[in-house]
């Protein structure tokens, strides 16, 4: 099985159309949060034929409308702040914050956890766990004064059978 796995969108329909677009071969998709707007989850309910699980982060500021945006696509399943669940025979965990996802993966209980929230790709093993943060589809990351740097947008396709993730850049 191949899972897309995404995060911190932040409305950027541009570099979330080109994702989608490389991303047509996967089975599933992990939307890591940060999606923001409403209307991002129309572009992820048809850009996407495969089941999507989309998680809260900390900048989805409507989340009534999120959840009744993605009530009118069968194949969207909104998890709140936490995914649990078996992707071919995998166990697999998301949560959009670093430090929470990151202490998921040192308990061992998972054999993935996926996160976002600081924009920063990285695949690493916790343990015997693999931590997948698959950078930020909006292509930039902040320091704590709050300056920008651009920085390449990014996801992740996880193979479920070989245990390895692959990076894909949105140009």
């Known amino acids: ?65 999120i959840t009744a945006n993605a009530a009118q696509y069968p194949h969207i399943k909104i998890h709140g702040e936490m995914l649990r669940g078996e992707f071919a025979a995998k166990r697999i965990a998301a949560n959009h914050y670093d430090n929470i ?17 600081n924009h920063v790709y990285d695949v690493s093993r916790v343990g015997r766990t693999l931590a997948i943060n698959p950078g930020a589809i909006m292509g930039a990351t902040f320091a704590a004064d709050g300056s920008r740097t651009d920085v390449p947008s990014t996801f992740v396709i996880y193979d479920t059978e070989s245990d390895t993730a692959q990076r894909f850049e949105v140009a």
């Open 101 to 117: 996802a990151r202490a998921i993966a040192a308990s061992g209980e998972y054999d993935v956890v996926c996160y976002g929230h």
């Open 1 to 65: 099985m191949r899972l897309a796995i995404l995060s911190d969108i932040h409305d950027n329909v541009w570099k979330l159309a080109g994702a989608l677009d490389r991303a047509r071969g996967a089975d599933a998709m992990i939307c890591c949060g940060d999606l923001c707007s409403p209307f991002i989850v129309h572009q992820l309910g048809r850009g996407f034929a495969g089941p999507i699980h989309v998680i809260f982060g900390n900048n989805d500021g409507d989340l009534f409308r």
